[in-house]
Antibody
Framework: EVQLVESGGGLVQPGGSLRLSCAASGFRFSDFWMTWVRQAPGKGLEWVATLKQDGSENFHLDSVKGRFTISRDNAKTSLALQMNSLRVEDTAIYYC????????????????WGQGILVTVSS | DIVMTQSPDSLAVSLGERATISCKSSQSVLYSSNELNYLAWYQHKPGQPPRLLIYWASTRESGVPDRFSGSGSGTDFTLTISGLQPEDVAVYYCQQYYSSTFTFGPGTKVDIK
């Protein structure tokens, strides 16, 4: 059974940093692109970042470029999102998700999602 | 960036009746070389993670009831729930994965009338 479990969320002041982790199991983690999606309170889903299997290629939402970095450790089957210079508008539930299908293309739907972890940026 | 819009914002449908949600993209998400539309639909219930329902605009994900169907091509797409059930109350999102911004629509809330 595919499982994705996020951790590392919490309350942080504006300008602070936080590192989210996503522990993956139940599938060959190193075969799949992985992604982060967030949902701000009362808002819709927003894609944040996507990372290739070997970490050599990534995409980030414009508003987080230079502040957030997606990374992975295939040996530990773990995905991470390092979030620096956090803003109030980054407050959201952050979901880790798997990009559907093994392969070289990130252009697929997201087929498995974690339960999400809440990040609150507030003074 | 490709902008996704959905209509209506919300709708209420009687049990057993049809619910229809529209999704439009600001540019075509049809890739000419493979004739595939890079469009997915997700169901999102409160307190749960989103669930993939449909990909390639019309292919149902494994385990999704056949009352859910997707159609459309290019820039105009539709999600149809034929015979609404109580467990279908949720917010539904379309998403394009044609470009590396992977944008979602704003969502459509479906309730029981």
């Amino acid at each position: 059974e595919v499982q994705l479990v996020e951790s590392g969320g919490g309350l942080v002041q504006p300008g602070g940093s936080l590192r989210l982790s996503c522990a993956a199991s139940g599938f060959r983690f190193s075969d799949f692109w992985m992604t982060w999606v967030r949902q701000a309170p009362g808002k819709g889903l927003e894609w944040v970042a996507t990372l290739k299997q070997d970490g050599s290629e990534n995409f980030h939402l414009d508003s987080v470029k230079g502040r957030f970095t997606i990374s992975r450790d295939n040996a530990k089957t773990s995905l991470a999102l390092q979030m620096n210079s956090l803003r109030v508008e980054d407050t959201a539930i952050y979901y880790c998700a798997r990009v559907r299908l093994r392969g070289s293309s990130p252009y697929e739907a997201f087929d498995f999602w974690g339960q999400g972890i809440l990040v609150t940026v507030s003074s | 960036d490709i902008v996704m819009t959905q209509s209506p914002d919300s709708l209420a449908v009687s049990l057993g009746e049809r619910a229809t949600i529209s999704c439009k993209s600001s540019q075509s998400v049809l890739y000419s070389s493979n004739e595939l539309n890079y469009l997915a639909w997700y169901q999102h219930k409160p307190g749960q993670p989103p669930r993939l329902l449909i990909y390639w605009a019309s292919t149902r994900e494994s385990g999704v009831p056949d009352r859910f169907s997707g159609s459309g091509s290019g820039t105009d797409f539709t999600l149809t729930i034929s015979g609404l059930q109580p467990e279908d109350v949720a917010v539904y999102y379309c998403q394009q994965y044609y470009s590396s911004t992977f944008t979602f629509g704003p969502g459509t809330k479906v309730d029981i009338k």
